[in-house]
Structures are given as C-alpha cells and as structure tokens.
T-cell receptor
Framework: DQQVKQNSPSLSVQEGRISILNCDYT??????FLWYKKYPAEGPTFLIS?????DKNEDGRFTVFLNKSAKHLSLHIVPSQPGDSAVYFC???????????????FGQGTILTVHP | EAGVTQSPTHLIKTRGQQATLRCSPI?????VYWYQQALGLGLQFLLW???????NRGNFPPRFSGRQFPNYSSELNVNALELEDSALYLC?????????????FGEGSWLTVV
C-alpha cells in the first residue's frame, strides 16, 4: 500500500528553468509534509516543509504547494541549477496519533537532472 | 552546530551475527528515528524513540531492536543477521514528538552481511 507516490521517476530540466516535482498521498491523517534531496550513499538533506494548515511555503528558490482536497503537493525550484541534480523525496507524517504517528512515509523519489 | 552523527560508517558482518549501530542526535533533539534503505528500495521506517521510550515501530521483525539513552543518543541492534539486512541505515532526529518538527537525517551506516 503505497501511501505516498511520486509518479515521475525522473525529470530533466534546463538550467535556469523551473523544475516541478509532484507527489500524491492517500492517507488523510497526514498533516505534515517534507521534501528531501538525496545523493547516492548519503543521508537525505531537508529542503522545505509544509503543514496541512497552509497551502504554500517558500524558502529561497524552493516553494512547496499543498492541495489538500486533491491530496497533492508539488515542489517548485526556480531557477534550477546543475547542483540541484539529485534524487528528490517527498515524505508525509501524521502528528495526530495512529500508526503513522511520528513516522515519515516516503515516496519512491524523482531523479532530477538539470542540464547546463 | 553538529548534525546527526552515526557510527560506524561501514560495517561488515557474517550471517547470523549481531550488528549494533549508533546515533547521536542534534543537540537539543529528544526524538530519534531509524530508517532502512535497502538496495533498490525506498526509505522504510524502522523505529522511533522519544524521551527514552519507543513510540512507534515499522513492519520489521523483532530481531530489529534499539534503545535510547538518557543523553538521547540511540543504538539500533539487528540480531541473527540475514543477507537481506544489507542496507544503508539512517538515523534522524527532531526536537519533539508532535507533527511540524523537521526531521534531520545523518549520513547513514552501511551494513553489509556476507
């Protein structure tokens, strides 16, 4: 049961353009969402998060949008840089109890390649 | 400020042996999480400790266990190692047990079972 899905295994973008990474979830108990960047053989690096009480959060070049009714979130990177090339994971958790309490459920990841 | 630190970086064990992995959280963080990333698989939640107690557990057999010490550091023990336990084990920490607290990851410990 894949509760968090990233349906695009890979994305290729030209330097300077916008990268949009998408994520869908099914568990309505999820109320906190995070995006991580990961290089092979390293731990995930936190990028940005959003609470379910918001629909947008910005931090520099990174913006996360949350559409609760559609159970969909997206990460926008503008402008994209070659150094952004990595695997991007979205993750969701529930702060309100239940089996998902305190547990990050990850999507499968999207490989982003930014070409110079 | 130091991030989440894990040791050892690499560990090679024989099938049937026990492995112990260690984690020091970010200073001030009371919650520690363990995740497994096996080759070709995603990040799977193993365990969550907060204030010395196990708060949640993923779908792993009981031979995966751990504990959290009074200084909030943690160790993960894997008993009766099997070949499929070979994976990157990631520790993470956060400042509290409620939602909305960012979870930061360490660089991981590679466990190879031969």
């Amino acid at each position: 049961d894949q509760q968090v899905k990233q349906n695009s295994p890979s994305l290729s973008v030209q330097e300077g353009r916008i990268s949009i990474l998408n994520c869908d979830y099914t568990n309505s108990m999820f109320d906190y969402f995070l995006w991580y960047k990961k290089y092979p053989a390293e731990g995930p690096t936190f990028l940005i998060s959003i609470s379910s009480i918001k629909d947008k959060n910005e931090d520099g070049r990174f913006t996360v949008f949350l559409n609760k009714s559609a159970k969909h979130l997206s990460l926008h990177i503008v402008p994209s840089q070659p150094g952004d090339s990595a695997v991007y994971f979205c993750a969701a958790m529930s702060g309100g109890g239940g089996t998902s309490y305190g547990k990050l459920t990850f999507g499968q990841g999207t490989i982003l390649t930014v070409h110079p | 400020e130091a991030g989440v630190t894990q040791s050892p970086t690499h560990l090679i064990k024989t099938r049937g042996q026990q492995a112990t992995l260690r984690c020091s959280p970010i200073s001030g963080h009371t919650s520690v999480y363990w995740y497994q990333q096996a080759l070709g698989l995603g990040l799977q939640f193993l365990l969550w400790y907060d204030e010395g107690e196990e708060r949640n557990r993923g779908n792993f057999p009981p031979r995966f266990s751990g504990r959290q010490f009074p200084n909030y550091s943690s160790e993960l023990n894997v008993n009766a190692l099997e070949l499929e336990d070979s994976a990157l084990y990631l520790c993470a920490s956060s400042s509290g047990q409620t939602g909305g607290n960012t979870i930061y990851f360490g660089e991981g410990s590679w466990l190879t079972v031969v």
